[in-house]
C-alpha cells in the first residue's frame, strides 16, 4: 500500500478536541500501524524475521530514498509513511540471509515510483514492482516469505479480522472479498482440472503471504483503479491471471499476477478517461 | 529537474542490473574454480578424491522403504531417509571397517571389513548384523558405536523407524542382540543417536531424537494426519529419550528428569564440550524448527538454544558437526538446511562462538554467509576434516532429496502446501501426488576448502566430487592407515561412494587412537589440542556426528609443511589431563588413558 507520499495542504478546519484526535487517528498511519502490528506479533510469537537487522536495513532504505527522491523531485519533505510501509513490506516478504538484497529491494521499490509513471501516477504498487524484480533476477539470493509464519489458525484469524476491519474502514474490503471468492472458485476448479486435493489449492490462501498480499498490496489506493465496480473486476482478474499462472506451477503467481494486471488496469483506466474527457470536452465545444 | 530525472533513470536501471552483475561475478568465480584432472588438483588444492568403491570390493545399493500405501501418492517424499554410514574398527585390527544401512523390508545391513589390501569384505551376515530388517520391526535409519559396556570392543545402537536395538560386540567374532536387557523402547521413528558420557560417570550414555512420534507406525497407520503440523514451528514430532548407562547392560530414560524435553522433528545430533566446562553439551538440528542447545552442567541439562543464538530463526535443520575451523581452540558449529535457488533460500548456518563469550553465557553468530558455506542446496550430511592436510579444517557436504523425472520438479506443490494452515500440512491426503516429480533433485555436492584466512572454497568438481546422487550421510576416516582423510558418502537409493583421498605428500599428518580406562573405553568425549607453528586446533572423539553418520575415533590433524610440532594435550572425559611433548608428525599415536 502507498499512501499518498506528497501530502497538499489542506484547507484550515475547525480542529476537533485533543481526546478525539487521539482516537480519531489519521487514516494515513493507520496501515503502517496495522502492519507493524502483524511484523511484531508475528515476530514475537514466531520469529519470522530474517533478522531486525535487514528489516531495519530494508525500512531505513525506503525512508532514505524516499526523503531523497521526494526533496529532488517535489521540493518538500514528503510524508513517510508510505515509504515505511515499503521498506517494512520488503523486510517482512523477502527472505535473503544476505543484507544487500533487503536495501537493493527498498531502493528499487521506492524508485520505481518515482520512474515508472503515466500522466503522474505510479503503475505498479511500488513493493509488488521491488519484490518481483528480486525474484525474477536474483534468485540465486533471494525467496518471498511463503512458510516462515507457523501454521497456525489462530494468528491467522486475528490479522484475518483486525485486516478487514481496517480496509472496511477505508471502505476497500470489496476488493479483498471479491480476490478471496475469486481465488476460492479457482482453487476448485484447479483441484478439478489436476486431481489434486483441493486442500492443497486452498493451503495458499490460508499462509501469511496472503495475508499482506490481500489487506496490503492489492488495496492499494495508488494503484488500484477508482470505481468500486472497477475495483472488484480488477480483483476477479488477478485471481483469474493468477489461476493461469498456478496451472503452469508458479510458486510467486500472486505477486506475478498483480504484476501484470495492476498496470495494465490504470492504464485501461487512464484510457477510459482520456476518452471521457475528450468526448466531453467535444460536447462542450460543440 | 529534467538533468535529474535523466540521473534518476540511470540510476534505476543500474540497480535493475545490479542482481545480474553479482550473479555474473558469482558465476565467474565458481567456473574459475572448477578446473579439471588430478594433477591440476593436487597442484591447486593439493588434494584430490578418487571414487574407488567398486575396486574396494564396495557395490553397495541403497533401497528405501515402502511405507503405508495411504502415503504412497508421496512416498519419495516420506520414505526419504535411512542410507547412513559409521565407521568402526570393530575387530581392533587397526584397520577402519565400515557399517551401513540399507532400509527396504527385509533388506540386510552391510558390515565391510578392511582386508588391509585396499579392498573390504562383507561380514555382515556372519557377524549376525545384516538381517536387521526384517518385516514388522521397521527399517535402518542410521548407527552409533559406542563400548558400552567397557569391554574394548565397539557395540552399536541401531536407529531405525521402527523397533531400536542395540548389539554387543562379542570380542570382534560376532555381535549379540541385547536390546530386551538395555530396556530400550518397543518403537521408536528416529533418524539420530548419539553415545556420550554426559554425567561424566565412566559409562556412555546413549541420547536417541524421535522424527516420527514414536506412536506412529508407518506401515500401519491409523490415520494420515502424521505429517508436521508447521514447515517450520512444528513441535508434534517424536519424542526425544536419554539412556542413563547403569553399568550391566542396563540403561534407564532419564530425559525428563534431567531436562530434555522436546517433541521437535531431531534429524541430527551431537555432543561436544562446546565451553570448556568438561561436561558435553548436547546439540540437537530439527527438521521443520529451530535448533536445540542443551547447556550440560554434569547432572542436568537446560535449553539454551534462544539464549545462544542457535535456536532463533527456524529451517529444516538436517545435520550436526563441530569444527575448530579458526584453529583457536574453539568448536563451530554446522548445520545444514535447504537452499533452493528461487523457491526457498534458507541458507546453511555455521555457528561461530562469539568472541568474548563462554560459558554459561555462550553466543554463536551465523557465518556461513561470510565463510563461503552458506547455500549447499537440499543439504544433508556434513563433516569437518583437514582433507588436503594443511593444517586447516576442509568441509564435505552432501545433499539433493529425490532425484527422479529430472524434467519436473515438486516445488511448487511442495510450497504450496508448505504453507498452509497446520490442518492442511499436517494430514498426508492433502499433499499432491508427486507422480515421478523431483525436489531438489541431482545436486551438485560441495567441498568446501579452507583458505585459513576465515574463508571456504568450494572445490567439488575440481577434485573429483561430481556425483549428483540423494547424498545423506558422510563420514571420514583414514581408510588405509596412509595418513589422510578417506571420504565415504551413503547415497539415498543410490551407490555407497567410497572417496580415496590423494594428498600432496609434502602436506604432513599425526593421528591420535586413544582409548580411556577411567573414562569410557571409547573415548568418546575426549579432546585433543594439538599445538604446532604457534597455532593450536582442538578436536574431539565423537559418538556421532554430521547426518546419520560416524566419523573414525581416531583423530587426525593435518599440519602443512614442515610442522614444528609443541605438544598434543589430551583432555579425558575423566577430567584428566595429558601432555604429549614434541610428538613426530607422520605418525599415528595409540595413547591408553594414564591411571
Redo the contacts between chains.
Sequence with gaps: MSPSAITTPAAPAKEPPQWKRWLNLDSRYVPPLFITLILLVGHLSFGILESYQRTMLAIATSIVAELVLGRVFYKKWPNLASAYISGISVGILLRSPAFWPYALCALITITSKYVLRVKGRHLWNPSNFGICVMLFLAADTVASLSIQWGNNLAAMLVIWALGSFIIARHRRFHITAVYVLSFAAFAFLRATILHDPWQAEISPITGPEYQLFIFFMITDPRTTVQSKVGQSLVAFCIAFVEFFLRLDQSIYAPLYALFMVGPAALLIEMWLNSRKAASMAAVTAS | ?KR??IV??V??IG??V???I??RI?ARHKQSAATQGMSAAMQRHGFYLEEVSHQAGIDFVHQGPTLDSQLAHIMPEVASMGASVSIVDFDRDGWPDIYVTDSKEGSRNRLYRNQHDGTFKDVAEAMGVADVNQQGTGVSMGTVWGDYDNDGYEDFFLIKWGRPELFHNDHGKGFTRVSDQAGLPAWINANTAVWFDYDGDGRLDLFVGGYYPENVDLWHLKNTKMMP?????AKNGGRKYLFHNLGGGRFEEVSAKVGISSRRWALAAGAADLRGTGHPDLFVANDYG?AELFLNDGKRFHDAGAQTGVG???KSGMNVAFGDILNQGRYSVYVSNISE???????NNLWVPKEGTGGSDIKFENL??DMGV??GGWSFGAQFGDLNNDGTLDLFLTNGYVSLDKQRNY???F?????????????A?????MTGRSLSGYQQKHVWMNDGAGKFVDVAQAVGVTDTHDGRAVAFADLWNRGVLDVVVANQRGPLLVYKNNVNPENQWIEFALQGTKSNRSAIGAEVSLYWNGQEQKQEISGGSGFAAQNDRRLHFGLGKNPQIEKAVIRWPSGKVQTINSPAAGKLYTIEEPE
Design positions: 529537474m535529474a530525472r534518476l533513470i540510476l534505476f540497480l535493475i545490479t542482481p545480474i553479482i550473479r558469482s503440523e508447521s514447515f517450520e514451528y529451530v532463533f530463526a527456524p535457488e528461487g523457491v526457498l533460500i534458507q541458507g556461513a554467509r552458506e547455500l516445488w511448487y506443490d510450497s504450496k502446501v508448505a504453507g498452509g494452515n497446520s490442518s492442511i500440512i499436517g494430514d491426503k492433502d499433499w499432491p501426488a
